[in-house]
Nanobody, 128 residues
Framework: QVQLVESGGGLVQTGASLRLSCIAS????????MGWFRQVPGKEREFVGA?????????YADSVRGRFTISRDNNRKNTIYLQMNDLSPDDTAVYYC????????????????????WGQGTQVTVSS
């Protein structure tokens, strides 16, 4: 079992920045590929980005590429981060971190069904 806890959400204005965190426990963190998703009511959960277990490679949805950055601390904090810049109302959603419990980042990583473990989510609201 892997436990994930997100934090860092809040209410910000258009153009602002936020950094989300996700702490993982229950398995060796440096052995986990990780991802970020988001969801608004009535819509499917949407891929935001993913990072390999080493942190050497990252992948992003077109809608956030160039504004969002994923990073991870494998040394002490067992945490991944989602730095979000230049936020817009379209970024308003509940943000979730996820892992498949494995080093492998599966080919269809953009699909929520690929990921096994999820956090409870953190709300991000961007006002216009």
């Amino acid at each position: 079992q892997v436990q994930l806890v997100e934090s860092g959400g809040g209410l910000v204005q258009t153009g602002a920045s936020l950094r989300l965190s996700c702490i993982a426990s229950g398995r060796t963190f440096s052995d986990l590929a990780m991802g970020w998703f988001r969801q608004v009511p009535g819509k499917e959960r949407e891929f935001v980005g993913a990072i390999t277990y080493s942190g050497h490679s990252t992948f992003y949805a077109d809608s956030v590429r160039g504004r969002f950055t994923i990073s991870r601390d494998n040394n002490r904090k067992n945490t991944i981060y989602l730095q979000m810049n230049d936020l817009s109302p379209d970024d308003t959603a509940v943000y979730y971190c996820a892992t498949d419990g494995d080093k492998l980042l599966y080919q269809n990583y953009e699909s929520p069904e690929t990921w096994t473990y999820w956090g409870q989510g953190t709300q991000v609201t961007v006002s216009s």
